[in-house]
């Protein structure tokens, strides 16, 4: 089955400063990525996806950033806040597998204020 | 909101117990999955259903018994669980395409506790 790793389980960031998480795919055919946030008792929050026609997309204090020749997909949050804090997770979804999600562990993100 | 909503929010069970998990969409959407989600581990997939058919099922033990009966619904009924079932389980919808590749959209999970 397909992997998706995160390189750091857990990150602390000072609260405005810029974070970036990372991530790892193992599928060179996979063409769309998602990030999402997890905040504690909740679900999944869609965040930000990318297509793999595409190496950046911006959204609203975030960044997404995908480099296919090293497989690895990150995440850019500016002037991070304490609202941030959750675990964030990527997904790769290879193409002709029914929409079938590969979700890495997901990395921790503390925002000290 | 994400429009998916999911109830109960808690359960706690005995492994006798039966008990059923509920999921509505809001959305639209054709196509709905059942995830678990452990601690430190990725999330599972374990049933996905397009237009009320399941076209997925992750080898998944027959203690867990899904069923959709719309495209809005999706239950996943619970029979002599073990606590090693204990975890979150999260419902998504997604819109369907011949291709996939559509964004899936999570409700807030039910949190299960197997005693």
């Known amino acids: 089955g397909e992997s998706v790793g995160l390189h750091l389980p857990t990150l602390s960031v000072q609260e405005g400063d810029n974070s970036i998480i990372n991530c790892a795919y193992s599928n060179s055919a996979s063409d769309y990525f998602i990030w999402y946030k997890q905040e504690s008792g909740k679900g999944p929050q869609f965040i930000i996806d990318i297509r793999s026609n595409m190496d950046k997309r911006q959204g609203q204090r975030v960044t997404v950033l995908l480099n296919k020749t090293v497989k690895h997909l990150s995440l850019q949050i500016a002037a991070t806040q304490p609202g941030d804090s959750a675990v964030y997770f990527c997904?790769?979804?290879?193409?002709?597998?029914?929409?079938?999600?590969?979700f890495g562990t997901g990395t921790s993100l503390t925002v000290i204020p | 909101e994400t429009g998916v909503t999911q109830t109960p929010r808690h359960l706690v069970m005995g492994m006798t117990n039966k008990k059923s998990l509920k999921c509505e969409q809001h959305l639209g959407h054709n196509a709905m999955y059942w995830y678990k989600q452990s601690a430190k581990k990725p999330l599972e997939l374990m049933f996905v259903y397009n237009f009320k058919e399941q076209t997925e099922n992750n080898s998944v033990p027959s203690r867990f018994s899904p069923e959709c009966p719309n495209s809005s619904h999706l239950f996943l009924h619970l029979h002599t669980l073990q606590p090693e079932d204990s975890a979150l389980y999260l419902c998504a919808s997604s819109p369907w395409s011949s291709g996939g590749e559509e964004t899936q959209y999570f409700g807030p999970g039910t949190r299960l506790l197997v005693l």
């Open positions: 997904a790769e979804i290879p193409p002709n597998t029914g929409n079938q999600f590969y």
